[in-house]
């Protein structure tokens, strides 16, 4: 019998000791580890308890020479190594719950922000871009306009006319073209004086694409610029066949031939003579009337100037409506009143024919 219970506490022993053994941090949870290492020990008196028994009856009237208690007392008894294990593995489970909780809470929060944070920078860059494309569209448009402005000085061959150089000299404008304006009203279409104008270029008619200065001049005065829709060059035939149609014809020439750098009418002499001499020009009215008009180039660089060249058209197409300027001193008295100081001759013949 003692050899049997010798037996049966060197089983509680090692069932014990494999509980102590078992480590805190294990694959398994440690509260199931509690859990199991509890329904052991609930379970271990009961064994313990019935050995234990059938032992006592036998040697009921011996006791244990070791001062130790009975079997039984030592077998319900927690051993210490027991509760030392149970002391250490709660606080243990208590610390790794709040850490196990805040490594959630960090990867919870990160996968909110970063991808959050990221999203708003991409979505400033594109704005950023956007800005970008704009400032190229705004520097494409602006580079359009000044191409455009080039193509149009290119294609005129001129500048805008000067201001003019006083305010005297304005007033002066502003009446005339009141005069000329007032005018426009006592032409019948019918009556429209038509005539041909031409640039320093044989031929080359002063159109509204080749000169709107010009052109737009002599629409002003209600004469009809038969070369005004043309295609800068016209034909000669295409000219003698208007014959009776073009009562005037207008050759502009540079300042060296008629203007501010030329010294004498005799270079614009020679022009209006090879003009007359053109073959078929003959039979226009304008050579028959003798109707043939050099005008400087000059003219047209300044209000004044475009000023003059209007009311010089309008006094040979039309010299009835303009009797009083006649009479007034004609061209030489308005070129004094609209460019006080200038004597330079700037048509041929010096007065308009009539």
């Not at 489970?93 to 809470?105: E, G, L």
């Not at 279409?189 to 010009?214: F, H, M």
Request: aromatic share 4%.
């Amino acid at each position: 019998m003692v050899i049997m219970m010798i037996a049966v506490l060197c089983m509680t022993g090692c069932s014990r000791m494999r509980v102590v053994d078992a480590p805190v941090d294990s694959a398994i949870p440690i509260d199931k580890a509690l859990v199991r290492g509890q329904d052991q020990q609930d379970a271990k008196p009961d064994v313990t308890q019935n050995d234990v028994k059938s032992a006592a009856k036998s040697s009921s009237s011996r006791s244990d020479g070791d001062g130790g208690g009975s079997a039984s007392e030592r077998a319900q008894t927690p051993s210490p190594n027991v509760q030392t294990a149970q002391q250490s593995s709660s606080p243990s489970a208590a610390v790794s719950s709040p850490k196990a909780k805040k490594s959630s809470s960090d990867k919870t929060t990160g996968t909110k922000e970063g991808p959050s944070k990221k999203k708003k920078t991409g979505d400033a860059g594109e704005k950023t871009k956007k800005t970008g494309d704009k400032g190229e569209k705004v520097d494409k448009d602006t580079e359009a306009q000044e191409g455009s402005g080039s193509e149009e000085t290119k294609r005129d061959g001129e500048a805008e006319p000067a201001a003019p150089s006083s305010e005297e000299v304005a007033t002066a404008i502003r009446t005339r073209a009141a005069q000329i304006s007032g005018n426009h009203q006592s032409v019948y279409p019918c009556q429209a004086s038509r005539l041909y104008c031409e640039l320093e270029e044989d031929y080359k008619a002063a159109s509204w694409k080749s000169s709107k200065v010009i052109d737009g001049a002599i629409a002003k005065t209600d004469a009809i610029n038969i070369g005004s829709s043309k295609n800068d060059m016209v034909s000669i035939s295409w000219l003698v066949s208007l014959g009776e149609g073009v009562g005037t014809i207008i050759k502009i020439v540079d300042s060296e031939t008629l203007g501010s750098a030329s010294s004498d009418e005799n270079a614009a002499v020679l022009v209006q003579q090879s003009i007359a001499a053109r073959e078929g020009y003959n039979q226009l009215d304008a050579v028959k009337d003798g109707r043939i008009i050099v005008a400087s180039r000059d003219l047209f660089s300044t209000q004044a100037g475009v000023m003059l060249f209007e009311l010089y058209v309008a006094m040979s197409t039309y010299p009835d409506l303009y009797a009083d300027l006649y009479d007034a001193g004609g061209i030489a008295a308005l070129q004094a009143e609209l460019m006080p100081g200038d004597a330079n001759a700037y048509f041929y013949p010096a007065e308009p024919p009539h």
